[in-house]
């Protein structure tokens, strides 16, 4: 499962973001129960990708190869160099021979508790694109950015500068996950019609500054708290192309049902 074909439907991809959990003896179990959960017409109907920690990485590929579980390698982040002298760092080439498909790339918990810039994750677009891997591009607002009414100009301006000098081509095969910073692991979710016009604000940004061809092929994820009980309503907008999920991706029967939203509408 690694070609990057671009979409032209647009898919719904739902990926599990497990963050800084499990072991690679807990993640094998997960996906796993996972795959039991979740039948051959979810995955007609929907990608799903899961985003290990790098040390459970090659247990979870080599799960999915040998059974044959059809669900999408993620990782979490990489660095921008291709390799060299960077203690404690992984390269996206070495993701990439994994078998990797979609990294998480800009993630607020990255850029607020690691300092990670625009400039820097645009790097790492570039990298993971060179490496024939989909970025899964997170943007979104604080509270406080909100409530100023800063919200639109922020994503706007991490759109702008995260895909700088990307070509349109490359944008119409690409991810982006708008998730407001205050809904992140809160329990609190954006109602739907504001992650409604958030989404649709990233996809007329995408319009400005790479056509309209990259803006109808890109897919724009929604997270922030999603859950089964909320996962219908939001996935039924028409921007949100999918859901990045984390505290709820770590449960079994929990994501299955997200993954199965349709069924639980
Ligand atoms: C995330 O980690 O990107 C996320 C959305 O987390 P949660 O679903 O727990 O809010």
Redesign the pocket.
Known sequence: MSDTTPDTVRRPLISG?W?MNLNHFEALKLVQELSYEVTRDDVDAVDVSVHPPFTDIRTVQTALESDRIPFHLGAQHCHAEPSGAFTGEVAAPMLAKLGVRYVIVG?SERREVFGETDDLVNAKVKAILKNEMVPILCVGETLDEREAGEAEAKVKAQLKAGLSRVKAEQVATMVVAY?PIW???TGKTASADDAQAMCQTVRSSLEATHGEDAAASARVQY????KPINAAELMGQPDIDGA?????SLEAETFAKIIQYRLHD
Do not use: D, P, Y
């Open positions: 973001n963050k993630h998730e809904a992140i692991g997270g922030g708290s999603v990045l999920v984390g505290g709820a």
